[in-house]
């Protein structure tokens, strides 16, 4: 028999705050619910210094609601946590909630599903965490707004310990308020959010921790995520003591094409360093088919890596500024757009400055290196470009293998009124064990498209080699 929803008897069931079954109305005060009502509340709360265990062993699975009310409390800000497990969750509507209205946490172990059309909004004007530790699906978006918290768990199958999140839900996660976490021991922060867009209000975070507690636990850390749009803050953070040796890690962003994501953000993006002597094998990387634009504050320590395919743009205030000295843009096929059009950054430029020896550019398997010129003229200061290093952590030392062509153009938009330079300090390219098959191609254009010639003096689209050494004298491009 086909068990159709009920829309007309909505009502609260209020869990009397103690362990047990939702299929017990004595569990509720009186009478429970049966899991058909798409327009049912849930209320639980009690103090989480006695936490229970609320299971929902329903017949009707999935369970049908509108909403659930977390009305715990936790007066010594402990962090515990009321649990709630069973079978599966169906929000049902459009303005589906959980609403977080105290201090108080709760943990939902169980699968979550969405109704069509249905949406969820985590909300309310409470301090407190909820954690969906149990796999989200269906099509959905889901919404963050008000002071709480939500973080995207795992459930780990005894006796394992760690696990990947369950998630296979498709839609977009927008964060109006409070702030969006992971539970990284399990491992959430890189299979939660998979390629969904994130869309960030202004004050808002989306953030992820390593600790000693990963580190020695030899958890894998990322954080991964698809489209990046609006403001807020993005934090990728390492804590520990300088004794305890903390790798940092990637940020993963995939940006693919959706109508309601514009790729812009231009709040801030934390990548930073490891502690002590941990490994530093963080970076940021982005792939995909959408361009996605960085025009906010950028706190990334090491490598920016732009895939096959994808496109990077850096524009407003965005600059790589505080990369370390070995740190670099790595080409592996994509592009990367320097964009001063509206907001110029001379002279500091927003790649990071390097001495001859330090390489800010280098080419694995090619792509383009584009450097947008302001109306009143650009220059860009960087360090050595490098097509093929040598490796001394092999004995004996080798060449590292480089293939594919890379791209540098320059877009000189202040037409007889001033220059538009892009200057690396060296160039470099080893050889000493294999031969390279890495080209690197320069070129000019106005904003028009049309070909200029590089090299020439005065007011015009240059590309520097150290020295002041004009790379193509007088003609439109070049090759090295």
Known sequence: ?????????????????????????????????????ASDTLTFGGSVALPYLSTNDVAIVPFQL????????????????????GNALRFMNPGSQIAVNDTGSVTLKMPIEFENNATLTVTGT??????????????????????????????????????????RWIGRLQVNGGTVRFNNNAQSGSTALRANPVILSAGTVLSIKRDNGDQTGNYATS?????????????ATVT???????????????????????????????????????????????????????????NI??????????????????????????????????????????????????LRDGAVSSSTVESIGGGTLSLVGNSSG???LTGRLQLGALNTKVIPSESKPRSGQLNIGVTHNAGSAATTNLRFQAYSRD???????????????????????????GNNPHIFLSNGLFLVPTNAGGLL
């Open 66 to 85: 509108d909403q659930i009310i977390v009305a715990a409390t936790d007066a010594g800000l402990t962090g515990a946590s009321h649990e709630i497990a």
């Open 1 to 37: 028999m086909l068990l159709l929803p009920d829309f007309g008897s909505a009502a609260n069931f209020v869990w009397g705050n103690g362990s047990g079954n939702w299929s017990d109305g004595f569990s509720w005060g009186g009478t429970a619910p049966n899991g058909t009502d």
């Open 378 to 380: 650009t220059t860009e």
């Open 301 to 350: 320590y090491k490598d920016v890596v732009v895939g096959r395919g994808a496109t990077l743009k850096l524009a407003g205030n965005a600059s790589l500024a505080s990369q370390t000295t070995n740190a670099a843009i790595i080409f592996n096929g994509g592009t990367f757009v320097l964009d001063n059009t509206a907001n110029n950054i001379d002279f500091i430029g927003r």
């Open 431 to 457: 050889q000493s064990t294999l031969q390279q098959f890495a080209s690197v191609d320069f070129s000019a254009k106005n904003g028009a498209g049309t070909t200029l010639p590089l090299g020439v003096a």
């Open 240 to 298: 520990g003591l300088l004794a305890q040796n903390i790798d940092n890690y990637d940020v993963v962003i995939t940006a693919l094409m959706d109508p309601q994501s514009s790729g812009v953000f231009d709040g801030t993006l934390t990548l930073p360093g490891p502690i002590g002597s941990g490994n530093d094998s963080g970076k940021l990387i982005v792939r995909g088919d959408m361009p996605q634009t960085l025009s906010g504050t950028l």
């Open 126 to 167: 409470g301090a407190g965490t909820v954690t969906l530790n149990g796999g989200v699906t269906s099509f959905s978006d889901i919404f963050k707004s008000g002071s709480s918290t939500l973080r995207f768990g795992t459930l780990p199958v005894s006796p394992a310990t760690i696990a990947s999140s369950d998630n």
């Open 223 to 235: 954080l991964r995520f698809g489209t990046l749009s609006g403001s807020g803050s993005v934090q």
